[in-house]
C-alpha cells in the first residue's frame, strides 16, 4: 500500500509539472513529444501483455467486457461531453471560449486521471511486477496530460492561476484512485480491466494521433522504443 501510494504521489507530481511547463514560458517543451510518443509505445505494451491477461484470469468471460467499457466511457466523454478535446498544447482559442467546455475538457482528463490511479493500485494490489510496469506507463504520458489541461484553461481565457490548480485537480484525481483500490482492494477485478480499457484508450486514441502529426520518422520510432522498453524491463527484471 505505501508503495503504490507513494508512486501514485510521484504520478501525481507529473501532472503539476506539465501545468508549470505551459504558464512558465521559459521552460522547454520539445521534449514533450518524447514523452507522447514514449509513453503512447509503452502504455499499449503494458495494456494488452500486462493487463489484459491479468483481468482475464479473473473472469473470462466479463473482463473483455469491463475492457470494453473502460474505452466506450472515455470516448463518450472525450467527444460527448468533453468535445473538441486532444493531447497537446491548444492553439485553437476559438473552440475553448467558454469556461464550460474548459471544465468539461478538466473533467474528462479527470476522468483519466483518476483510472490512472486505479490502475496503478490495482497493479500493486496483484503484483510489484506488474504495479511497477503500470507505474511506468502512466508516469510517461503525466506530463502531457498536465501540460494539456493548463493549455485548453489558458486558451479559454482562465488565468495561469486557474491552469495550474487545474493540473492539481488532476494530480489529486491520481491520488485518489490509488487510496479507492487500496482502501477496497475487492474492486481490484473490476478497475484492473477498466483500467486496461481506458489506457488503449489513452495510448491509442490521445497519444498516438499527436505522434502521427509529427514529420518524419523519429516520433515513430520513439513509440517502437516504448513497446520495447516494457518488452526489455519484463525480459531483464521480470521480479521487479
Known sequence: MLLSLTLGFIAAIADIVGGLVLVRRNWEKRYLRYFVALGAGFMLAVAFLEMIP??????????PVLVLA????IHLLEHTITPHFHFGEETHHHEFVSSRTSYSVLTGLAAHSLFDGVAIGSGFALSNSLGWLIFFAIFLHKVPEGFTVASVMLASGRSRRVALISATVLAGATVVGVLVINLLPGWVRVGLPLSAGVAIYVAATDLVPEVNREPGIRMALVFFAGVLMFLLLRLLAPGL
Open 54 to 63: 491479468e483481468s482475464l484470469r479473473f473472469s473470462p468471460s466479463w473482463s
Open 70 to 73: 473502460g474505452y466506450c466511457v
